[in-house]
């Protein structure tokens, strides 16, 4: 009796679960409109992206570096390009790739920190001109930067006259101008702020802290994704300033990355695309490398548990 009784639920299990494969088996056009579009979209917009990058490699690994034997598959591999920029025989590349790390460092670490304590400040107190202030910054986040450039030229050119350090054609003298955007990231740390308790502020003044020390050592901690993300922002905008830069630096051995292939293709667009693309190449290295860097702190961190009710 139980013999018979196991092929006959087997059978029935067996119909059961093909029904539910049936059940579950969706037409081609309506998968296509709920989520194959995706897709096709997706491929659409890596091979959109992908192009430029593919053909910037391509055109630094051909030996003639022309454009007009470049193509988005190089038939000759050659590392010439490479070895003419490093070697300098176009110019100081590799002094010109210091003064860019410098400069980025520099400049990022300092506009993420003021725009911490702005972001702050606006966030956690209330004061006369509070509302004025956030609108102003932000008018000035939309004001074109282009506009700016003879009133930055002509300060940077006016303190160089009392401190030669700073003046035209300094490194130091091109940080400073570029400081100009230093709290550009308010508004983005801010709404970080503001998803966080207060309840954190007030326990830890309530132990003796000072406010001081409620940003270092209470939020500064749970800030770290954002912190992670702007500093990457940062970096990135100004690794890839060339108007201000060309306008100040005109020595060659205080130029940027941008400013000095920039200058180095210029001379002849048609023979020099190989080296060009080659430092192009070669800038990427270090945003990448920051990206993978913190992409731990971008990805993770977060203040869940920091509350208890």
Same mark, same amino acid.
């Given at each position: 009796?139980?013999?018979?009784?196991?092929?006959?639920?087997?059978?029935?299990?067996?119909?059961?679960?093909?029904?539910?494969?049936?059940?579950?088996?969706?037409?081609?056009?309506?998968?296509?409109?709920?989520?194959?579009?995706?897709?096709?979209?997706?491929? /659409?917009?890596? +091979?959109?992206? @992908? =192009?430029?990058?593919?053909?910037?490699?391509?055109? #630094? &690994?051909?030996?003639? %570096?022309?454009?007009?034997?470049?193509?988005?598959?190089?038939?000759?591999?050659?590392?010439?390009?490479?070895?003419?920029?490093?070697?300098?025989?176009?110019?100081?590349?590799?002094?010109?790739?210091?003064?860019?790390?410098?400069?980025?460092?520099?400049?990022?670490?300092?506009?993420?920190?003021?725009?911490?304590?702005?972001?702050?400040?606006?966030?956690?107190?209330?004061?006369?001109?509070?509302?004025?202030?956030?609108?102003?910054?932000?008018?000035?986040?939309?004001?074109?930067?282009?506009?700016?450039?003879?009133?930055?030229?002509?300060?940077?050119?006016? /303190?160089?006259? +009392?401190?030669? @350090? =700073?003046?035209?054609?300094?490194?130091?003298?091109? #940080? &400073?101008?570029?400081? %100009?955007?230093?709290?550009?990231?308010?508004?983005?740390?801010?709404?970080?702020?503001?998803?966080?308790?207060?309840?954190?502020?007030?326990?830890?003044?309530?132990?003796?802290?000072?406010?001081?020390?409620?940003?270092?050592?209470?939020?500064?901690?749970?800030?770290?994704?954002?912190?992670?993300?702007?500093?990457?922002?940062?970096?990135?905008?100004?690794?890839?300033?060339?108007?201000?830069?060309?306008?100040?630096?005109?020595?060659?051995?205080?130029?940027?990355?941008?400013?000095?292939?920039?200058?180095?293709?210029?001379?002849?667009?048609?023979?020099?695309?190989?080296?060009?693309?080659?430092? @192009?190449?070669?800038?990427?290295?270090?945003?990448?490398?920051?990206?993978?860097?913190?992409?731990?702190?971008?990805?993770?961190?977060?203040?869940?548990?920091?509350?208890?009710?």
């Amino acid at each position: 009796m139980s013999t018979s009784s196991q092929p006959v639920s087997r059978s029935a299990s067996n119909s059961s679960e093909d029904s539910v494969v049936i059940e579950n088996h969706m037409p081609f056009s309506r998968w296509f409109r709920e989520i194959g579009w995706r897709h096709v979209v997706g491929v /659409i917009a890596l +091979v959109f992206g @992908a =192009f430029p990058v593919l053909y910037v490699i391509s055109a #630094s &690994l051909n030996p003639l %570096g022309t454009v007009a034997s470049t193509g988005l598959i190089p038939t000759k591999v050659s590392l010439v390009n490479y070895q003419n920029l490093l070697s300098g025989a176009r110019g100081p590349f590799l002094r010109w790739y210091l003064n860019t790390i410098i400069i980025c460092t520099v400049v990022a670490t300092a506009q993420v920190f003021l725009s911490l304590l702005g972001a702050y400040a606006f966030s956690r107190f209330r004061f006369a001109g509070r509302r004025g202030g956030l609108l102003a910054l932000l008018l000035i986040m939309m004001f074109p930067a282009i506009l700016s450039m003879i009133a930055i030229y002509t300060m940077i050119s006016q /303190i160089g006259q +009392v401190v030669p @350090a =700073f003046g035209l054609n300094t490194l130091a003298g091109y #940080s &400073l101008a570029l400081m %100009g955007g230093a709290l550009g990231q308010v508004w983005l740390i801010k709404g970080t702020f503001d998803t966080i308790p207060r309840e954190l502020d007030e326990a830890a003044i309530i132990d003796g802290c000072t406010h001081w020390q409620v940003f270092r050592i209470i939020l500064l901690p749970t800030l770290k994704p954002i912190i992670a993300t702007t500093f990457l922002l940062a970096f990135v905008g100004v690794i890839s300033e060339f108007l201000l830069g060309s306008i100040i630096l005109t020595d060659n051995s205080q130029k940027t990355l941008a400013v000095g292939l920039y200058g180095m293709l210029v001379g002849d667009r048609s023979n020099n695309l190989g080296i060009f693309a080659a430092g @192009a190449v070669l800038t990427m290295a270090p945003v990448i490398a920051l990206f993978q860097y913190l992409q731990r702190y971008i990805v993770g961190g977060s203040i869940s548990g920091a509350v208890k009710g």
